[in-house]
């Protein structure tokens, strides 16, 4: 199984980037879907996750300005990034869970904010 994440970037203070990741590979039925990032010299933690059904939760500090979502159909996960801040810079990994309880990580993408 690999989760192919792509989409960062760099993006100035108030700017947008998206960021999607494909699961491909002997899947079998995804269930949670996340996005986590990592900060220089900070540990990882969740940004934003969604259920198969859709239901979605955001850490604080992205609420109002991110917004996750997916299309099962094509095992994707999104993460559309606005007003973006200084603070998250980081490097985003996804993530992906199937209801064999097995969890996937994707190999991480830049997004860089500054101006």
């Known amino acids: 199984v690999q989760l192919q994440a792509c989409g960062g970037g760099s993006a100035q203070p108030g700017g947008s980037l998206r960021l999607s990741c494909a699961a491909s590979?002997?899947?079998?039925?995804?269930?949670?879907m996340a996005w986590h990032r990592q900060a220089p010299g900070k540990q990882r933690v969740l940004v934003a996750s969604?259920?198969?059904?859709?239901?979605?939760n955001y850490a604080d500090s992205v609420k109002g300005r991110f917004t996750i979502s997916r299309d099962n159909a094509k095992n994707t996960v999104y993460l559309q990034m606005n007003s973006l801040k200084p603070e998250d810079t980081a490097v985003y990994y996804c993530?992906?869970?199937?209801?064999?309880?097995?969890?996937?990580w994707g190999q991480g993408t830049v997004v860089t904010v500054s101006s």
């Open positions: 590979g002997n899947i079998f039925r995804l269930r949670d």
């Open positions: 969604i259920t198969a059904g859709g239901r979605t």
């Open positions: 993530y992906a869970e199937n209801y064999r309880n097995f969890d996937y």
